[in-house]
């Protein structure tokens, strides 16, 4: 699977070097698979877990790397697993509202020109809002995906009231029986507070005109930024409540690790990856696959 080729080449190359061939795994062998996978940003209880097994498993034709990466991948598989869950359009009344959040610069207008694709191939009537204000660059690459993508798209003035572009985006999405709107907010954590009323606003405006919205928080994470990821979403978390995960740039990186250490600490539901820039290159997120492609 090309896509996930990074972070395939990792452990694999790491644990060739390790490895007895014996029916039972030693002390100082299982240390250095131990420390290969916590550097694969599995995370330490994870790496603590997969050691555990390994110590505890009989390799009846010996420990070669084919028979330690499966035994990896069953027990990342088995996290993952619980977690994989796509974005389903099942609000009514309709629209069904994903709030889209997460850090400049981590994929979120990528991603929500991909969304916006995803859901128009499921024959979706599908509204954009910019609900970015802050950054002219944002309205602007948003307008140039929804045109691209041909669905409708409500702005508002650089700088002007987020809440209020995504107030009017509801009604025009209500009016014109559009099935998913899809809001962009801003991302700069840099102003926590004024981001967290922002978001706080958005939310009781949504809230008025339909209780049950936004009925998505979606958080945006970079595969690239590693464990600062699982900073992210425990701020999100704070800041807005997130209610599932997409992980972008997972083609430019090894570091598919840090899915599963955030699986393992947050259980958040993982609807998504990121694996390039075209509107094509968001995948459901298959558990077995990744589960594979960390353990090579
Ligand atoms: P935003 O600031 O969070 O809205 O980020 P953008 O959507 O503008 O994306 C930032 C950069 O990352 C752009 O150059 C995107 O093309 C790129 N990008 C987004 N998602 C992916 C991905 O899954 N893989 C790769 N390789 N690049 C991505």
């Known amino acids: 699977f090309g896509g996930l080729k990074r972070t395939s080449d990792r452990l694999g190359d790491n ?50 790397i084919a028979a330690v990466k499966a035994v990896v991948a069953d027990e990342i598989a088995a996290v993952l697993g619980p977690v994989a869950d796509p974005l389903d359009i099942d609000a009514f009344p309709r629209p069904q509202v994903i709030l889209v959040i997460g850090v400049n610069g981590s994929g979120k207008t990528t991603t929500i020109a991909k969304l916006a694709h995803y859901f128009q191939e499921l024959d979706y009537g599908v509204m954009l809002a910019a609900g970015d204000t802050f950054r002219a660059a944002a309205i602007g690459q948003l307008r140039v995906w929804a045109e691209r993508l041909g669905v409708p798209i409500v702005t508002g003035p650089e700088g002007g009231d987020a809440a209020g572009v995504v107030f009017d985006a509801v009604k025009q999405a209500t009016a014109t029986g559009i099935d998913v709107l899809i809001v962009d907010t801003a991302g700069r954590l840099q102003n926590k507070r004024e981001l967290m009323d922002e978001l706080a606003k958005i939310r009781r405006v949504l809230g008025k005109l339909n ?86």
């Open 15 to 64: 644990l060739s070097g390790v490895l007895t061939g014996q029916t039972r795994l030693e002390g100082a062998t299982l240390d250095e698979i131990e420390d290969v996978l916590i550097m694969s940003d599995l995370g330490p209880a994870m790496a603590a877990r997969i050691r555990d097994r390994l110590a505890e498993t009989r390799f009846e034709r010996g420990a070669d």
């Open 211 to 296: 209780p049950e919205a936004p009925h998505d928080v979606v958080l945006v994470l970079d595969a690239t930024n590693g464990q600062n990821a699982l900073q992210q979403i425990a701020t999100f978390k704070e800041l807005a409540g997130v209610t599932g995960l997409i992980m972008t740039k997972l083609d430019g990186t090894a570091r598919g690790g840090v899915l599963v250490a955030a699986s393992e600490q947050y259980g958040l539901p993982i609807h998504a990856i990121g694996i390039g820039e075209g509107l094509e290159d968001l995948r459901p997120f298959d558990p077995r696959q990744l589960a594979d492609a960390i353990a090579g």
